[in-house]
């Protein structure tokens, strides 16, 4: 096992430490959170061996960039970006050589995401709380990397056996996250706050929402027509699941994300299917959204489809892993 240290020579808006949230500290009263595209963070730690749930770095907007001091294999995934290791164009969504001495720097393509996630095989130095590296700045716990910073990894990774003109290593079944240019189409399954008001599920999948710059990671707030309840009933408070479309107050539609608050008073129309919330991850300002309703059926087996889709990803990383003589951790499913 081998020390090596990241020199973070660029930061985007916010750039963090990430995995995959906390598990069981909503009974405490803590939000999950999380990597707001959770799709991508997996596929990242994946594609360099290691597990699912492993820290890797989150950048919101602008560029990111670092610099090794021992030669790494990291990968790039979320949002489209151009990526360069010493200002030569490499690929995202694939494996990647990093030199001793050369930085990798990101640049994230904001129009079509605001997300991009960075994984280095081995295990990044990172402060927890309550089990997670994931940030919550409302319990005081920032976890925020800014340029000048320097991240410790502990590593195995020796580099691979091949010559300097022999053809790419890596032929791999990827699932891209598709961050289309147009309008996003969201799945949402109906949840039983829909029938306190009549005809918004008409409204809901007939109208573009747009999401504003008053959206945090707790949730999205949408622009877009909306419907209340025709009663001054007070809604008992209830729990909210990620992915939740609550209508409050005021004339919006709300996405909640991975920070949301536990309980709420408001209705929840609906809830977004699983293999939707990465591309909710992905929406920035100005993103416009459209929501189509789908049975429980179906989202349960789009999201088998994606996890099927996943496993077959960490199969053949490690068969590749293993033909070139390095070994990939056991696959983590969480």
């Given at each position: 096992?081998?020390?090596?240290g990241?020199?973070?020579t660029a ?11 906390r ?9 999950t ?52 290791v ?32 960075l ?14 590296a ?19 990894l ?7 056996p ?39 599920r ?16 707790v ?11 025709d009663?001054?009933t ?27 608050s ?24 100005g993103?416009?959204l ?29 068969r ?15």
């Amino acid at each position: 096992m081998t020390t090596v240290g990241l020199d973070l020579t660029a930061t985007g808006w916010i750039t963090t430490f990430q995995d995959l949230g906390r598990r069981d500290a909503e009974r405490r009263g803590v939000p999950t959170g999380g990597a707001a595209d959770q799709h991508s963070a997996v596929v990242a730690n994946v594609l360099v061996g290691n597990a699912r749930g492993a820290t890797l770095i989150e950048n919101l907007g602008g560029e990111l960039a670092l610099v090794p001091d021992a030669d790494v294999l990291v990968a790039v995934t979320g949002a489209p970006a151009q990526v360069t290791v010493g200002d030569v164009p490499v690929d995202s969504w694939s494996p990647v050589v990093v030199p001793a001495g050369h930085e990798i720097r990101v640049r994230c393509d904001i129009g079509r995401g605001t997300r991009t996630y960075l994984a280095v095989n081995g295990a990044i130095a990172a402060e927890t709380f309550l089990g997670s590296a994931a940030p919550d700045a409302r319990m005081g716990f920032g976890q925020i990397l800014t340029r000048g910073s320097k991240a410790l990894l502990e590593t195995e990774f020796r580099g691979f056996p091949r010559g300097v003109f022999a053809p790419p290593l890596f032929r791999l079944p990827v699932p891209v996250l598709r961050c289309a240019e147009g309008p996003w189409d969201i799945d949402v399954v109906e949840s039983h706050g829909i029938h306190a008001i009549p005809g918004v599920r008409e409204v809901i999948e007939a109208s573009p929402y747009v999401v504003t710059a008053r959206s945090n990671h707790v949730g999205l707030r949408l622009d877009g027509p909306v419907l209340h309840p025709d009663t001054d009933t007070e809604i008992v408070s209830h729990g909210v699941p990620i992915g939740a479309l609550q209508i409050p107050h005021a004339d919006e539609l709300i996405v909640l994300g991975r920070y949301r608050s536990l309980t709420a008073g408001y209705p929840i129309v609906g809830v977004a299917s699983r293999v939707s919330l990465p591309l909710l991850g992905q929406a920035g300002p100005g993103r416009e959204l459209r929501f189509r309703w789908v049975d429980r059926e179906t989202s349960l087996r789009t999201h088998a489809e994606r996890e099927g889709e996943v496993r077959a990803l960490e199969r053949a990383v490690a068969r590749a892993f293993g033909a070139l003589g390095c070994a990939a951790p056991l696959p983590s499913h969480r």
